[in-house]
């Protein structure tokens, strides 16, 4: 047999690998392929855009994961969890633990899901790729979790927090959407919107931040896991393209998905915001400015640009998104410490360099709407917990806390009536979502009512049990434990405090 050249042995690695069933009629094996009306005459000549081979994958893999663990030792065997210049930095990373690990494992459920139901050979390969991609970043995440166990709050009971804890809601909400809908459709909301489009607000802003504060460890993990999403951003691109030359008549189908997971991965990534302008005490970027990079310009005015060709338009609700990023942080800031009392990373009082970093940044909206919220907290740190738990809205499962932009003294909260039933909302694009599809959000699970009909027991301690974590837990930064064992570790280590705190 001749020996293969490159083409021919790409395809025989991964492209003809597929095969039509003999006993069995098509549509059995792929039932949902058409159930979404999108029209595929000749899928077999996409391509996927790296060509990647599963001994390429395995290799490129390898020579990542022999790197970060070599950082993560060095950085653990030096104490680094104490050379970060402030410890709350630490409560940020237990938010990303809850809202963004528990999504990199769905994640790779997901592209299992679309590579079981989309026949076409080189998607099927790229999805398969990535379900691994997601489950490494996944591990070494928890990996990192793990080693902060020893030292924080929080972590002990992971796995029963990450399954229980109200916050949790948010990414299950999403992910639980895209697994119960089409398989193009869940190609749109996870390869597109939420890689294509978000990924680099996630990670590059954060890892930066967790190098600028001495969190050498993290910032590995982020530049490992943003080494995979260039890949999977190409994936999503190519893939809606594949859709859109196809046939004219899946237009309308893929800018209805566009329409609706731009805005769920928006909401998701709300919680990103604040990661990125508050809990670092170093920023190398605000999330306004992050926005404005990665997501203005590089999606809605470049990318779209190139999709009009298609009759493509930008996602609706775009210019909403566009108008909050002077508010999206200090509004999630704010819910966070309404409920930092239920929640298992702190919120902080606020620094005189947090002010100032803030103010210099967002000076039309943050000494105007949000400082005079988050000073109340300087006198007490429960000043501003709210009392109750909060109402939720009914798609993203964020409380309906958001401001409108257009006018930041009133609330954006929506209503919306189905069955006898009255449902809220955040804002008008979750409403719009909910309206497309009320029997699919009329199924959310609300804490409040949970905790009403005694699923987290009768008492308050019987919550906390539930969520993995106690009470101690929770609340304040600057006047918790976790504070007071990480200033004795530095002066064991006889290193000075590189940042003054005030109370």
């Known amino acids: 047999m001749a020996k293969l050249g490159t083409t021919g042995r790409y395809r025989a690695l991964t492209r003809d690998l597929m095969w039509d069933p003999k006993s069995v009629d098509w549509k059995q094996v792929y039932p949902l392929v058409e159930a979404e009306g999108i029209i595929l005459k000749d899928p077999s000549r996409w391509e996927d855009p790296f060509r990647m081979t599963f001994n390429q994958y395995v290799k490129i893999q390898a020579e990542k994961e022999h ?11 030096h104490h680094g969890h104490a050379r970060v210049v402030d410890s709350r930095w630490f409560e940020g990373v237990k938010a990303f633990a809850v809202a963004v690990q528990p999504a990199e494992y769905q994640a790779h459920r997901l592209m299992a899901y679309i590579g079981r139901n989309i026949p076409v050979e080189a998607i099927r390969f790229a999805t398969f790729n990535q379900a691994l991609d997601e489950l490494r970043h996944a591990q070494i995440e928890i990996k990192h979790y793990a080693y902060l166990s020893r030292y924080y709050d929080g972590f002990h009971a992971y796995a029963k927090t990450n399954e229980n804890l109200w916050f949790n809601t948010v990414p299950k909400s999403f992910f639980d959407d895209a697994l119960t809908a089409g398989p193009f459709e869940a190609l749109i909301a996870i390869a597109f919107s939420f890689e294509y489009v978000f990924t680099n607000i996630l990670f590059l802003p954060f890892a930066a931040s967790a190098a600028a504060v001495g969190d050498e460890h993290f910032a590995s993990v982020g530049k490992s896991v943003q080494s995979d999403e260039s890949r999977h951003m190409a994936l999503g691109m190519s893939a809606m393209k594949m859709l859109l030359e196809e046939d004219d008549r899946n237009v309308p189908i893929v800018q209805r998905y566009l329409d609706k997971w731009y805005w769920r991965a928006y909401r998701l990534f709300s919680v990103v915001a604040t990661l990125v302008d508050y809990y670092p005490r170093v920023r190398p970027i605000s999330w306004k400015k992050a926005f404005e990079m990665y997501v203005e310009e590089q999606v809605l005015h470049g990318l779209f640009k190139d999709l009009e060709k298609y009759g493509i338009r930008p996602p609706r609700n775009f210019e909403d998104s566009i108008k909050e990023k002077e508010h999206y942080s200090h509004v999630t800031m704010r819910i966070l410490d309404h409920a930092k009392q239920v929640n298992y990373f702190r919120g902080f009082k606020l620094q005189p360099d947090d002010y100032e970093w803030l103010h210099n940044e967002y000076p039309n909206t943050f000494d105007r709407y949000y400082a005079p919220f ?107 434990r976790d504070y007071y064992r990480w200033i004795r570790y530095r002066e064991a280590l006889g290193l000075d405090r590189s940042f003054q705190v005030n109370g």
């Open 67 to 77: 790197l970060h663990h070599a950082i993560r030792h060095a950085f653990e065997a």
């Open 374 to 480: 988050f000073r109340k907290m300087d006198d007490h740190v429960l000043a501003v917990a709210s009392p109750g738990l909060p109402a939720v809205c009914a798609v993203c499962q964020i409380p309906t806390e958001f401001p409108n932009p257009d006018n930041p003294s009133e609330m954006w909260t929506q209503y919306a009536e189905h069955k006898g039933k009255t449902y809220q909302f955040c804002s008008p694009g979750c409403k719009t979502i909910f309206l497309e599809e009320p029997e699919k959000y009329i199924q959310f699970w609300w804490p409040a009512e949970s905790y009403l009909s005694g699923e987290f027991g009768s008492t308050l301690e019987d919550m906390f049990e539930y969520f993995g974590f106690t009470p101690e837990e929770t609340n304040e930064h600057y006047s918790s």
